[in-house]
């Protein structure tokens, strides 16, 4: 294991839930990131955190709303998705956010929209 | 143009082979080059890095760079079926406080029995 988990793995969800998910990582790292993966494309940076300040938004629609209360914890919060949003959303953290550093992965959540 | 391009595959191979994947990037400032691999179900996880120009060998593992064409290559020797994964280029680019990784479209690799 990676240090990094996430929760729910499998999220299934209608275009009118609302819905959050979870990501700790027990690193003791200070930068943390959510990833957008959909088949035969880059993964997609969506947002990154460093020392619980965001410090990017990669021009995510407002649906996606991210939370970090803490270096260890950060949430996605959905709402009013659409089906193109259907995708395996990853959790990241890295030491220090610099170029050089590891970034180490959660395993992901596969997300559902109907 | 995309930063970093990568062949999708998928790219079977028989056990005991060399295989070559291959990314090219089109920004000349990039100089930190990272392989992950992504296993089914997992998250990606890094497999080598290499700075600039030249080879990095690590085991069975070898990364090359070649600025002067912009094309970064991993090479696996005597390939085992342990091997089959997805395979992902990725440059890292600062941007403010963090650090962007930009990644290739990953190469699914199949090594065959």
Not at chain 1, 91 to 105: E, I, M, R, V
Not at chain 2, 51 to 67: C, I, L
Request: glycine share 6%; hydrophobic share 30%.
């Amino acid at each position: 294991e990676t240090g990094v988990t996430q929760t729910p793995r499998h999220l299934v969800m209608g275009m009118t839930n609302k819905k959050s998910l979870k990501c700790e990582q027990h690193l003791g790292h200070n930068a943390m990131y959510w990833y957008k993966q959909s088949a035969k494309k880059p993964l997609e940076l969506m947002f990154v955190y460093n020392f619980k300040e965001q410090t990017e938004n990669n021009s995510v629609p407002s649906r996606f709303s991210p939370e970090c209360p803490n270096s260890s914890h950060l949430f996605l919060h959905l709402h009013t998705l659409q089906p193109e949003d259907s995708a395996l959303y990853l959790c990241a953290s890295s030491h220090s956010g610099l170029a050089a550093d590891t970034q180490y992965f959660g395993p992901g959540t596969r997300l559902t929209v109907l | 143009q995309k930063e970093v391009e990568q062949d999708p595959g998928p790219l079977s191979v028989p056990e005991g082979a060399i295989v070559s994947l291959n990314c090219t990037y089109s920004n000349s400032a990039f100089q930190y080059f990272m392989w992950y691999r992504q296993y089914s179900r997992k998250g990606p996880e890094l497999l080598m890095y290499t700075y600039s120009s030249g080879n990095k060998e690590d085991g069975r593992f070898t990364a090359q760079v070649d600025k002067s064409s912009k094309y970064i290559s991993l090479f696996i020797r005597d390939s085992q079926p342990s091997d089959s994964a997805t395979y992902l280029c990725a440059t890292p680019q600062n941007t403010g406080t963090a650090s962007k990784l930009t990644f290739g479209t990953g190469t699914r690799l199949q090594v065959t029995l």
